[in-house]
């Protein structure tokens, strides 16, 4: 069975980091991103944190309400839909969905993360970027057909990756609902005035984090925690204390935390100093606003990153950011890799402390080991039909026009 109301307890011991942001209204800890729905106590069903979540089995043949669309509430809504009556799945604002299957099979990850895009996006507006993306997105599944479409941009908001939900939704197996309005003893009731009879709920609406073992030292508000760099507090008589992979980013998270590691451990042995208390802290609010003026305002964007500007801030700062222009003018053939292929860890391997003498080779042959684990079956390569250059094709198509006329 289901654990009853209640039973989704908040984490609040002093080992903890993380507690579950509940629909529990008796533990002062426990909050949900905006208020709890009306009637929750109410509700006779049984209801749980997304964390708490083991498997579908307990949700066989049931009504299922997941509230949320962030990654884990769109991958719950998936997988309870394989063994629910019916699964709802209820958003505030919709999200763009990406898929995790790129271009011509690639992970979407290795398309998307390059230095080129990165470069992009700085270059053109961020309407322009934004422009683009919600195209290329449309153009897999219309997302104001799918009731998904939300009112902010595409790079407002932490993206939403699933490859299955479109092949759920166009079954019928997930219906996507609005935020919810009211709970009553066996339905919920929908801001949009609908109602449903419901038998279970899910509440995938984040976290909230907090450092109790380190009362004094750091200070949290609102998942806000002021941080040099996102790893050091400013305000430490000595930087003994660093913070890792507490970040957020748009792009793989164990690169990011290995780096802030070298840095870290820099620091600590004095090979790298920290900048004076007031530099740090006007990069702690510059970072601040920056999110600020980017994200919908939301409690999931306070830790946020981009990948490659991240990683280079912190490779500046151990002196092992690649310099493309000594590259290009000294091994364009890796250059080129560095600049429009996948930026994957390597890169930060090329030069100065932690250099590694294969990073090259790893880097030249990196596209050739994401697409082995593929190739579990040997194909044979047929080569291609040479094609018709475009002016015979436009010379055919003149003549079979005159032909036409003539005959007619």
Request: with cysteine.
């Amino acid at each position: 069975m289901l654990p009853r109301k209640g039973s989704g307890r908040t984490r609040d011991t002093p080992n903890s980091v993380f507690q579950e942001v509940t629909p529990q209204p008796t533990t002062q800890e426990a909050k949900h991103p905006s208020s709890l729905p009306t009637g929750i106590n109410n509700f006779k069903g049984n209801y749980i944190h997304s964390r708490d979540y083991k498997d579908t089995q307990d949700f066989t043949d049931k009504r299922v309400v997941v509230i949320g669309i962030g990654n884990s509430g769109a991958d719950l809504a998936v997988e309870i839909s394989q063994t629910a009556k019916q699964v709802f799945l209820s958003t505030r604002r919709g999200a763009w969905i990406f898929n995790r299957v790129g271009p011509h099979g690639y992970p979407i990850d290795t398309i998307l993360t390059t230095r080129t895009n990165a470069f992009l996006k700085n270059l053109l507006s961020q309407s322009m970027v934004s422009n683009s993306v919600e195209k290329q997105l449309n153009a897999r599944f219309n997302h104001s057909l799918y009731g998904l479409k939300p009112k902010h941009r595409v790079l407002d908001q932490h993206p939403t990756i699933n490859d299955d939900l479109p092949n759920r939704i166009i079954s019928g197996r997930v219906l996507v609902k609005p935020n919810i309005q009211e709970f009553t003893e066996t339905s919920v009731i929908f801001e949009d005035g609908t109602r449903e009879d419901i038998d279970a709920v899910v509440f995938a609406t984040g976290y909230v984090f907090s450092f109790p073992f380190l009362e004094g030292c750091v200070k949290v508000v609102e998942n806000q925690i002021p941080l040099y760099k996102f790893v050091f507090p400013p305000d430490l008589e000595k930087p003994t204390l660093a913070f890792i992979g507490l970040i957020q980013p748009l792009g793989a998270i164990m690169p990011i935390s290995e780096l802030q590691c070298r840095w870290a451990t820099r620091i600590f042995k004095g090979l790298n100093k920290l900048p004076p208390r007031h530099c740090m802290e006007a990069d702690i609010k510059e970072k601040r606003e920056a999110i600020a003026k980017q994200y919908v305002k939301s409690r999931q964007h306070t830790i946020q990153v981009d990948y490659i500007p991240y990683m280079d801030e912190l490779a500046s700062q151990v002196g092992v950011k690649p310099n493309l222009l000594t590259l290009f003018l000294t091994d364009p053939k890796l250059a080129l890799e560095v600049a429009f292929g996948p930026c994957t860890p390597y890169q930060y391997r090329l030069r100065g402390p932690g250099k590694w003498d294969s990073a090259r080779e790893a880097i030249l042959t990196q596209r050739q080991r994401i697409i082995k684990p593929l190739q579990t079956r040997l194909m044979e390569e047929h080569p291609s039909a040479p094609t018709m250059p475009l002016f015979f094709k436009l010379v055919g198509a003149v003549a079979i026009l005159a032909i036409g006329f003539a005959y007619f």
